[in-house]
């Protein structure tokens, strides 16, 4: 049988220390795949699914930057602050407090789709 190419783990030198008074006269290798592969080693879970609440929260937020072209325009803004050509009327004035609304909308509905507190 073959073996698959070697896995690396990076340890400081305390945790190596460690690992080396753990597994005595055991190979480092042979004593890490014993403490991994068995039975008692701990499981994780999977990924949870998000809520259908929180999946509606992120779909709405995926149409609403879907609807807009923000990143284009402030793209565009930003071309014309670093070339000194942008001139600010009171229609780009709205424009940019409207964009800036909406990405503090946006933000804070991703916020609460992941359950971190804004």
Known sequence: MT????FSLRLTPEE???LEA???AMPLASYIKSVVLADEAPKYRSR????VAEQQL?????????????????????????????IVDPDLEADLKQAVAEVAWMRTK?????????
């Open 110 to 118: 991703l916020m609460e789709a992941l359950g971190v507190s804004v």
């Open 3 to 6: 073996r698959p190419a070697p």
């Open 48 to 51: 949870r699914k998000l809520p």
């Open 58 to 86: 992120l779909a709405e937020v995926l149409a609403r930057l879907g609807q807009t072209r923000q990143a284009n325009n402030l793209n565009q803004i930003a071309k014309h602050l670093n070339q000194g050509t942008l």
């Open 16 to 18: 190596r220390s460690q």
């Open 22 to 24: 753990q597994a005595g």
